[in-house]
């Protein structure tokens, strides 16, 4: 299974943008699809994440300025980030945690990071 996330870039406090991380390979069903971010120096943390069922989770401080959403047809994953602050400026990493087959265990996987970077 490989991750490929698109979408970071430069963007002024206030901005705009959306990141999207598209599964392939071997997949009978991704359970959860999530998105970490990571500064250097820090910790990876969840920025968000979405079960098969729609069910979403947040970080405090992404809370009504992110979006998380999935397109399970896709397999991909999509954060649509609004109002950036500089803080939020990092890597941000796609998590999907993938069922290869009915009876198969879930492992998780990891897309390559991108940057997104907020300045003025």
């Known amino acids: 299974v490989q991750l490929q996330a698109s979408g970071g870039g430069l963007v002024q406090p206030g901005g705009s943008l959306r990141l999207s991380c598209a599964a392939s390979?071997?997949?009978?069903?991704?359970?959860?699809m999530g998105w970490y971010r990571q500064v250097p120096g820090k910790q990876r943390e969840l920025v968000a994440n979405?079960?098969?069922?729609?069910?979403?989770d947040y970080e405090d401080s992404v809370k009504g300025r992110f979006t998380i959403s999935r397109d399970n047809a896709k397999n991909t994953v999509y954060l649509q980030m609004n109002s950036l602050k500089p803080e939020d400026t990092a890597v941000y990493y796609c998590?999907?945690?993938?069922?290869?087959?009915?009876?198969?265990?879930?492992?998780?996987?990891w897309g390559q990071g991108t940057q997104v970077t907020v300045s003025s």
């Open positions: 979405i079960t098969t069922g729609g069910n979403t």
């Open positions: 390979g071997s997949i009978f069903r991704i359970n959860v």
């Open positions: 998590k999907f945690r993938v069922q290869g087959s009915y009876f198969g265990r879930s492992y998780d996987y």
